[in-house]
């Protein structure tokens, strides 16, 4: 049994976490932090909670919430986890950052995207980037993970397989991503609205939204060269799931049994990555609520691409779902634990 | 480890009890019937399981399932489960029955509102309603249980304190019940439609709904007199959900406080039914996909009546998620086994 | 043609009224006042309007607005629309109010349920409640307008017929009533973001929301004595749309059939109001954008109620679509003008 | 004031055709024809209709039809509108069809991708492809208009002006499509229930919609040279909308500002193609019912793509409006007539 603390429990990554750590066997929850909901019940903020947590939140410290807890996940806007790791790594204590701040090796990348300075490039250059299905030994013996961004999550493990192969172009790549709107967070801006987002669907940070470095980052990893990519997200009226589609020219023709036999090579033995049967595309609402990545192709024979499909819940797998899925293999616990449920669905 | 069949699994609610069974520690799944999908395995017609059940649909005679099964459920139109409950009651399986056709204890009323005949008025006679939070003793040593259905379940859990105390006046009951889509199941109907129901509501049914004389047999039952309600159902755009809003007038002026201390005791160490704090009203999203029934209430003192808020998920609290627990409860497992997830939220 | 200003022009009931006078004959828009927006075209705000206005938002006082105007449309929250319709009716120009400032012939009762000091009981008492099809003369030769709430608009509509026959006993209204959230406004609060509305339903004001006094006033009205209600609103996942679903005690029996005469009679000509063909409920995406009102009805002979429902779009008839309807009747324009449009559906 | 008859008037399509031409001051419904709902009203298989037209469905064979009618507007299935047109043109009777069978100059392009014999090559060779504001005078002038896909209007408004500018290597063209359900039509499957779309989003038909052919028609007659590209739809929950993402890499660098002016010329005078302004990206319900393309492109200066977003309603500019579009022009009526409403939005 190990004791965890939030730091930003009451945003939908937290909750998430608390949704999903309610019911892991190993991990007892120690303290929620939360500055605009201090003094109140957690599940007063999530009612859905009544019953699985008595957790009250509290306005913290970084420090009193490590007075108590082994392990951290930090659930903040980003800039505000850099002092808050490089402190917690100084106590020994493991970290797992929801955030962008340690995603990058070179955090001058991180500052040329984010527009602010980056206090400690150093331990930026030791973080691991916590997608298992390509880091997971790394992953073991980290003291600190950053876990993925949702967007990156979808389109690298939609693409490793191809780019790691060398079977398509790395120049030729493009993404094109929808999102449920839980993506944005539970602040109170208009654009969030039900009846600004109901009935529409609408691209947003075309041409420089910050997961595509993120992207970058590691598609340049699996390709041994640099990858530039387009990536455009769009905003969609659903509340959870991440699809992207994905465009690449072969180097060489290929055919779509041939590359289904490279994704499932690839991923042989991944609990939660799942090539569909051909033909079967992926739906967003077959992984919803759980940490599955659902991924399908097929060969554009008239034009020379391939074209793939990649569904994920945006805030299981492309968040908290994988922020425990880290937390089972930096702590030797089953990989799977406390993540085993299906998609809710129907 | 008990094994059990489905026979109706494809639908919704079939479906559902896949969903939860997978991850019930004492419950082998050894046959799914299905005609429509007979030769497919179930993780192609939903694909949400794929790599939870290796199950293949069947178009399995009731018999041969009793051959490999010890319980069964039943999820057919009803009129189908009397000769299939009938069967297994013969040869000494448990049924859990979650149609219509063992709901009534005197079958003539099943006969009058479904216009058909019931071809067992004596088994009918002693089934039992499978609402375990009014009958679970009878549950326990039950061979046949019919499950609730999702409108019935909402509104007794919502009466039952107040006629049991004799706080209402049972000839002013009206219920206003909201349903998502899935409770018309999985039929291709035009009024199922995705287009036919976003961005709308509507009554249906109004004054001659089949859930109403199942709702009456069992709140006359906690009254102990004959009560007739107006019951209303509406169509939602959600998928899962319903929240029944009841109204009915105090036979002498009480408080809220006062009528929350009486649901609080009759729902002493319920595990899934929540009285929420004063003033937090149910969302159905707050149970979507738990077993939860979460409620509310507030007396209006400038009429003298009592409001009554109950929100459940349709599919499992209203469905298969009390299936389940019936089972628990006629198996002698603990009675939350495999249901205690917190609704998915946010 | 006419001048016109609206006050309050980027909330969503003033986009509506933009969105509708845009293709009035009779009406020049010649001011939208904003404070958020002041310096940015309408189209901008609204995009959907793009070729249709070229208005830019401005930060004016009202005296600047009437200088220009001849009639004027107030969209502020309540307690602004005092000094502002006081002002106008000073200077001659004619006012619609869309909020509640002006609905109560005694302000004793707005102040009671609004918590604020009304500063013009005497104007109060001379404005004129505008619902058409109750009010029609007095509206013609009104100066001051107060266009009636989103949910008092379609309960009133709904029960008027009745009441004013006498066929039901007034201490026995309950009045369960649905919104989209659009009537919510465009403030950005959490309770109106996407996730916290999506895939759910909730009633929210329980006992104490402040239309129920409105609603009162008018059904006591048409009673002939004081009336008090059970009113309950629920905020549903749509954008559009009301849905109020009635329940009252027949005095005497009496059948559907008999009961839809009266409603034929009532509404004879009405050019907005809808009565069904029996059996075929309202469906509030029949009405979607249009300002129509659906209505049907039926007895419940087992418990001797009658249940009726109406549908109305809150945006349009439930406001600016009624708005610009009292604006006709004020000006002698053709009742309809503008507003000839059918329900966008499907 | 021309007689117009609907072949096929109770499909999605042709409802709103009759919403449309409900309020065109030039134009007669004289026939409506379904088999399914012969002998019902109109207003009653479409209630929004109710008080709109009295118009009853009837199931006439084309020739009575033409018998009343002046022009028809053909919403049937394909491979149904060959032998009707045909008879039509032979009576001197205008035709617009909504369907695929006079898409394609070449018919032989039709056979091959959708599978059976076109009757008519002759013909088909002659009609005009109905989208005004690639083919304005083509259409004033022609007997028979085949109104074009929803999928294509929208993506050959995106990108007519880069192709016919020279502007983009039409060998590198990504067309990543979203669609509302509508699109799938009023009839009964289980793939669009509202349980199966709802909360989702899916690819489907990739590499093989019957839209690409159609797509490639126009852009290689925009380009001088046969273009391919690969196309990918999507279902998406929303009722009405198409958002089409576009892709391809500049033949020399340009910047966005460049690219802006080469659409503000093409589209000059253009009553319903609006660019937004810069940073603007279109939303699907900004066009929600209206005839309006909402369009945005950004350079992706980084790969030297460039990025076009394209939004229409499907069932108005992508299909009804669009038709009514085209009988304004093939009868000298104002080319916006009935269709001068903005997006319903909010």
Redesign the interface.
């Known amino acids: 049994m190990i004791k965890a603390g939030i730091i930003g429990a009451t945003g939908?990554t937290g909750?998430?976490l608390v949704?999903i750590l309610?019911?892991h066997p190993e991990v007892e929850l120690v303290a929620l932090t939360s500055r605009s909901y201090a003094g109140e019940g957690m599940a007063?903020v999530?009612?859905?909670?009544?019953?699985?947590t008595n957790l009250t939140c509290e306005n913290l410290t970084p420090d009193e919430v490590m007075d108590r807890a082994e392990v951290i996940f930090i659930a903040l806007p980003h800039g505000h986890a850099v002092p808050v790791a490089t402190r917690a790594r100084e106590r020994g204590i493991k970290v797992i950052d929801l955030g962008a701040d340690w995603r990058f090796r070179n955090a001058g990348t991180y500052e040329e995207w984010y527009k602010i300075q980056h206090g400690n490039h150093e331990l930026a250059a030791r973080a691991v980037y916590g997608l298992p299905e390509i880091h997971r030994e790394a992953i073991r013996s980290a003291g600190l993970v950053a876990n993925p961004g949702c967007y990156p999550t979808s389109a690298i493990l939609g693409l490793a397989p191809l780019l790691k192969g060398g079977y398509i172009d790395p120049?030729t790549i493009?993404i094109?991503a929808?999102s449920?709107?839980?993506g944005a967070g539970?602040e109170?801006?208009?654009t969030?609205?039900?009846?600004?987002?109901?009935?529409?669907?609408?691209?947003?940070g075309?041409?420089s939204h910050r997961h595509t470095p993120e992207i970058e980052q590691e598609l340049s990893a699996l390709a041994g060269k640099e990858v530039?990519?387009?990536f455009?997200p769009?905003l969609?009226?659903?509340?959870?799931?991440i699809?992207s589609?994905m465009?690449a020219t072969l180097v060489r023709p290929a055919s779509t049994e041939e590359l289904r036999g490279v994704y499932e090579e690839f991923y042989a033995g991944e609990?939660f990555v799942?090539l569909?049967?051909p033909g079967?595309?992926?739906?967003?609402?077959?992984?919803?609520?759980?940490n599955?990545c659902?991924l399908n192709l097929?060969?554009?024979?008239?034009?020379g691409?391939v074209?793939v499909?990649s569904?994920i819940d945006n805030?299981t797998k492309g968040a908290s779902g994988q922020a425990v899925q880290n937390l089972n293999l930096m702590c030797g616990f089953p990989e799977t634990m406390a993540l085993?449920?299906?998609?809710?669905?129907?």
């Open positions: 939908y909750a998430e949704r309610s019911r007063g999530y009612p859905s909670l009544t019953g699985y120049a493009i094109d929808k449920g709107v839980s539970r109170a801006r208009v969030s609205l039900f009846v600004e987002c109901n009935e529409s669907i609408n691209p947003y075309v041409t530039k990519v387009t455009t769009h969609l009226p659903i509340s959870r799931g699809l589609t465009y609990p799942h569909l049967p079967q595309w992926p739906h967003t609402r077959w992984v919803y609520g759980s599955n659902h097929a060969v554009d024979t008239r034009t691409r074209v499909a569904a805030l085993e449920v299906p998609g809710l669905c129907p």
